[in-house]
């Protein structure tokens, strides 16, 4: 995976809708599969400067991460980084609609920062995000078209 990997979906559901399931942590679990847990440690998912917590399993232990969210433009683009630990993950959410609004073509833009220890670990963290990603992004798409 190089430093950003760019991965898109359409789904056959409102930008609305699928900016409220996709950028919710409490959901992450249903549609992630490494994710352990996940939750908001300050404000809400559409709030900038809300800060929320994801524990994934990498390799064979769990990490977690915080990150901030640092834009949010409901419904069409989510920006966050991650703000602590030695992996940080950052993700840019674009959701363009389709089909006069019924629609959404979705792009995640994903990369990690790698600090102190943080560094040895990227290579398998990109390697793990680039098997999971595009399953995940299956997953979402599979639960908003089935009514999600």
């Given at each position: 995976m190089s430093d950003?990997?760019?991965?898109?979906?359409?789904?056959?559901?409102?930008?609305?809708?699928?900016?409220?399931?996709?950028?919710?942590?409490?959901?992450?679990?249903?549609w992630q599969s490494d994710v352990v847990d996940a939750r908001m440690l300050s404000g809400t998912p559409s709030a900038v400067g809300s800060r929320f917590s994801t524990t994934r399993k990498i390799g064979p232990s769990d990490r977690t991460m915080n990150q901030e969210v640092v834009e949010a433009d409901v419904p069409g683009r989510w920006v966050v980084r991650g703000i602590d630990g030695p992996i940080r993950p950052n993700m840019t959410v674009t959701i363009e609609p389709l089909d006069g609004g019924a629609g959404s073509h979705v792009t995640f833009d994903l990369t990690f920062e790698g600090h102190g220890i943080g560094v040895a670990l990227l290579p398998m963290v990109r390697s793990t995000a680039r098997k999971s990603a595009p399953e995940s992004y299956r997953k979402l798409k599979e639960l908003l078209e089935s009514g999600a």
């Amino acid at each position: 995976m190089s430093d950003s990997e760019v991965f898109t979906i359409d789904i056959a559901r409102s930008p609305a809708d699928v900016f409220a399931y996709g950028t919710d942590p409490s959901t992450f679990g249903r549609w992630q599969s490494d994710v352990v847990d996940a939750r908001m440690l300050s404000g809400t998912p559409s709030a900038v400067g809300s800060r929320f917590s994801t524990t994934r399993k990498i390799g064979p232990s769990d990490r977690t991460m915080n990150q901030e969210v640092v834009e949010a433009d409901v419904p069409g683009r989510w920006v966050v980084r991650g703000i602590d630990g030695p992996i940080r993950p950052n993700m840019t959410v674009t959701i363009e609609p389709l089909d006069g609004g019924a629609g959404s073509h979705v792009t995640f833009d994903l990369t990690f920062e790698g600090h102190g220890i943080g560094v040895a670990l990227l290579p398998m963290v990109r390697s793990t995000a680039r098997k999971s990603a595009p399953e995940s992004y299956r997953k979402l798409k599979e639960l908003l078209e089935s009514g999600a």
